[in-house]
């Protein structure tokens, strides 16, 4: 149906928007739009959606990276924070792949959804902690900040995502100024990625995928979906720091339902 690679950047631009808006949000419409146009490539059905979230995931590292960096320029990254979740981060993505490529493709398709819809609820119903206080927040930090690195990165792994909808909520609920916390999301993604790709490309089955693949990544989407997000990614930045935290979560939270009804429909 389609001729070319050409429709992978263009989910990439609208991918990298949302990491700089969301903080790596775009992992969940990549997820999407990828089960259901990688069979479209070749990917068999029953390992569409293992090569959706594998491929969402590898392309998140640069996305994720694009997005940081933005974010790190205008001072919107909590480093110290970011230092003490990465050992959690990268141990819950490999645990978190490993899980995933044991469960069928049904399973996994209404597991995403379903993290959806929470995830959406829990950050309309949160109420701010001392987010008021804004930058004056103390960076988080810490073993607890390690061992919530660990539950992020497995649930990340799981759905195909670089952890912004558990990091963002999480951060806020701690008193940082939400678009700080998309910042330091952005560069946990970077974590996520990496360990959660390796995962997914060396705990898949042999041939589980068709040429141009690592285990269940597959690389034409994985290659141009981060080329085309991290030229857009600072664009989705500069929109953050635009806007209030407030209508920051609604439209984390609009985005989140519309892709969780989308799976399930």
Known sequence: MFEGIW????????????????????????????????PLYGVPKEAAMHAALASSLASIVMTAASSAYAHHRRGGVLWPTVA???????????LGSG?????????LRWFVALYCLLAAAQLLSSKAHRAQAGVAATAPSGLPMTAAGVGIGAMSAVVGIGGGS??????????????????????CGVAIGLASAFGYALHAPAG?????????????????????????APYG?????????????????????TVG?????
């Open 7 to 38: 429709i992978f950047p263009l989910l990439g631009v609208v991918a990298g928007i949302l990491a700089g808006l969301l903080g790596v949000g775009g992992g969940l419409v990549l997820v999407g739009a990828l089960a259901w146009l990688l």
């Open 84 to 94: 003490w979740m990465v050992p959690g981060l990268l141990l819950g993505g490999w």
């Open 99 to 107: 899980i995933a490529v044991k469960l069928d493709d049904q399973v």
């Open 166 to 187: 558990m990091t963002v909520p999480l951060l806020v609920w701690r008193g940082i100024a939400p678009v700080r916390a998309v910042g330091t999301s952005s560069a």
């Open 208 to 232: 589980a995928l068709p040429q141009y693949s690592i285990g269940y990544v597959y690389l034409p989407a994985a290659i141009g979906v981060a080329a085309a997000s991290i030229l857009a």
């Open 237 to 257: 930045t500069r929109l953050a720091h635009r806007l209030s935290g407030q209508v920051l979560k609604r439209v984390f939270a609009i985005f989140l339902i």
């Open 261 to 265: 009804v989308t799976l399930l429909l």
